[in-house]
C-alpha cells in the first residue's frame, strides 16, 4: 500500500517561494515503477496538475512552467516541489499523487497541505 | 488544453437511488495507442480526491460494482446504483491521453 504525505510552510507572503516536500512509503524512486506528481485545488475549487518526475525525465504544466521545479531526493523517499514568486491566488491545498509505470492516472493522493499567500 | 466539461453541476440523490453524471471533452480522448485515457475520481468532503474509475471502465482496486463507467471520444459517463451515504462528495473526471492532464469542473452528489 502507497501512503504519502505532503509538509509546507502553511503560510507565506507574495513573491515568496513555496517549498514543499511529499514523503511516500510502500514504494520507491529507486525501482523505477512509479512516477510522483503535484496537483492543488483552492478552496471550493477545481483540481489543477502542476508537475510530475519520472525517473529522471520532469514535467510541467506549460502555464505555470517557468514558476516550477520538481526534484527528488531518492534515499529519503521525498519528492519536492519549488513554486516561485507566490501571489494570493496561489492559495489552494496542494497534494502530491502516485502513479504506476506504465499508467497515466494518479492512483493514490496524500492528504494535502494547505498553503496561504497573504500579506 | 483540453477542457473538460462535467454536467450537472449538482445532483440531488435519494438514497438507494441510482444517477448518471456526464463529463465531455473538447477533443476526442482516444490516444495514438488506441486507449481512452479519462477516469473518475470522488472527492468526500474533508478529504482528498479517491480514484474510482481508470481508462473509462475499469473499476480501480476496492471500488464497489456499484459504479460503472462508459463512452468514447469525447462524451462520458458515471453511474452510480443504489446510492449510499458514503458515495456523497464531488465527482470529477481527468483526462491524461493529452498534454498536460486535465479535470473538470466538478459534480456534487448530495441528499435531497
Known amino acids: 500500500q502507497v501512503t504519502l504525505k505532503e509538509s509546507g510552510p502553511g503560510m507565506l507572503q507574495p513573491s515568496q517561494t513555496l517549498s514543499l516536500t511529499c514523503t511516500f512509503s510502500?514504494?520507491?524512486?529507486?525501482?523505477?515503477?512509479?512516477?510522483l506528481s503535484w496537483l492543488r485545488q483552492p478552496s471550493g475549487k477545481g483540481l489543477e496538475w502542476l508537475a510530475s518526475?519520472?525517473?529522471?525525465?520532469?514535467y510541467y504544466n506549460p502555464s505555470l512552467r517557468s514558476r516550477l521545479t520538481i526534484s527528488k531526493e531518492t534515499s529519503k523517499n521525498q519528492v519536492l516541489l519549488k513554486f516561485t514568486s507566490m501571489e494570493p491566488a496561489d492559495t489552494a491545498t496542494y497534494y502530491c499523487a502516485w502513479r504506476a509505470r506504465g499508467t497515466s492516472w494518479f492512483a493514490y493522493w496524500g492528504q494535502g497541505t494547505l498553503v496561504t499567500v497573504s500579506s | 488544453d483540453v477542457l473538460m466539461t462535467q454536467t450537472p453541476v449538482s445532483l440531488p440523490v435519494s438514497l438507494g437511488g441510482q444517477v448518471s453524471i456526464s463529463c465531455r471533452s473538447s477533443?476526442?480522448?482516444?490516444?495514438?495507442?488506441?486507449?481512452?485515457?479519462l477516469h473518475w475520481y470522488l472527492q468526500k468532503p474533508g478529504q482528498s480526491p479517491q480514484l474510482l474509475i481508470y481508462r473509462v471502465s475499469n473499476r480501480f482496486s476496492g471500488v464497489p460494482d456499484r459504479f460503472s463507467g462508459s463512452g468514447s471520444g469525447t462524451d462520458f459517463t458515471l453511474k452510480i446504483s443504489r446510492v449510499e451515504p458514503e458515495d456523497l462528495g464531488v465527482y470529477y473526471c481527468l483526462q491524461s491521453t493529452h498534454f498536460p492532464p486535465t479535470f473538470g469542473g466538478g459534480t456534487k452528489l448530495e441528499l435531497k
Open positions: 518526475i519520472w525517473n529522471n525525465d520532469n
Open positions: 510502500g514504494t520507491s524512486l529507486s525501482t523505477s515503477n512509479m512516477g
Open positions: 477533443q476526442s480522448l482516444v490516444h495514438s495507442d488506441g486507449n481512452t485515457y
